[in-house]
């Protein structure tokens, strides 16, 4: 661009100014509101220069990419990664210790009665043997990441968690009270069930994933195999509520806020069903 120095004849024009440094002298225009520019107010565009107020604008006007439920966009789902890490360490550390980091922290309801609540969401963190945790593990390799793209980081992890609190507190008011039990099917169950409530939400053919788990729930039931029916239908259903109120909450800005309230509300639900059964156990 060429420019040509003020005239200093009689009655030439004033020399324009920067319009956030009218001391400083300046030829160039922003391309949008065409108001004189200095070299510090100067901001790249796709053609000619922009000024700042004219490029925050542009910003604003900008839609942000977001998950299909809210949330920010997921390229890597960091969650399900972190949460296939923390249960194989915890795994390796009931290896090591032996069977008393599997006492301390599993699900036993008069642990529980005695205050040791942790026991509800631990207790989703330890599995016994091989087999229980590779089950487990390779369910969350497989629909970990489908889930976390479709709600974001935060509500896919507040979905994994609340779907191992719901099975927990189920197993609470029916098993045994001197029962052990242990294992991440709950949460995985939860997950089960999001995928079915989002499958419908978004129109695809979830028939395949119906046979599964009505295979899964019917291998829950047989006899001999030692399985947490309790923790399985717990968080299916916890999962399937949690699930259907993120993905159905209106669209807009507050879709945030209605996904949260039903969240806490969930959340409040299972610490009261907690207190009861406590008070029953104590009575």
């Known amino acids: 661009m060429t420019t040509q ?21 300046t030829y160039v225009r922003c391309q949008r509101c065409e108001r004189p520019i200095c070299p510090d107010c100067m901001r790249e565009a796709a053609v000619g220069h922009q000024c700042v107020e004219c490029v925050r604008e542009g910003n604003q006007a900008v839609r942000q990419a977001a998950a299909p439920f809210g949330g920010g966009v997921v390229v890597t789902p960091y969650v399900t990664w972190t949460l296939i890490v923390v249960n194989v360490l915890m795994f390796a550390g009931q290896t090591i210790v032996g069977t008393r980091l599997t006492n301390e922290l599993s699900m036993i309801n008069y642990g529980v009665a005695d205050g040791q609540w942790y026991r509800l969401i631990t207790s989703a963190f330890l599995h016994y043997g091989v087999f229980h945790i590779a089950f487990n593990m390779y369910a969350l390799y ?27 507190v189920l197993s609470y008011w029916f098993q045994a009270n001197n029962a052990a039990s242990a294992g991440a099917s709950g949460a995985i169950f939860g ?7 989002v499958g419908r939400r978004m129109g695809m053919d979830i028939r395949g994933l119906v046979t599964l788990i009505v295979i899964n729930l019917v291998i829950t039931f047989i006899p001999g ?21 993120l993905a159905y909450a209106p669209k807009g800005s507050a879709r945030t806020a209605v996904q949260l309230t039903a969240v806490l509300v969930i959340c409040a639900a299972l610490v009261v069903l907690t207190v009861a059964r406590t008070n029953m156990l104590l009575a």
Not at 10 to 25: D, I, L, Q, W
Not at 191 to 197: E, V
Not at 231 to 245: F, N
Request: charged fraction near 10%; include cysteine; proline fraction near 8%.
């Open 191 to 197: 997950l089960f069930a999001a995928a079915f409530i």
């Open 142 to 168: 497989v629909i970990g990441p489908y889930l976390e793209r479709a709600f974001g980081h935060t509500r896919f992890l507040a979905l994994y968690l609340l779907g191992a609190l719901g099975g927990s």
């Open 5 to 25: 120095p003020p005239s200093t004849e009689p009655g030439a024009e004033a020399v324009p100014t920067c319009y956030r440094h009218p001391e400083r002298e």
């Open 225 to 245: 195999f030692g399985i947490s029916w309790t923790a399985h239908v717990g968080g299916l259903l916890t999962g399937a509520i949690v699930a259907a109120a």
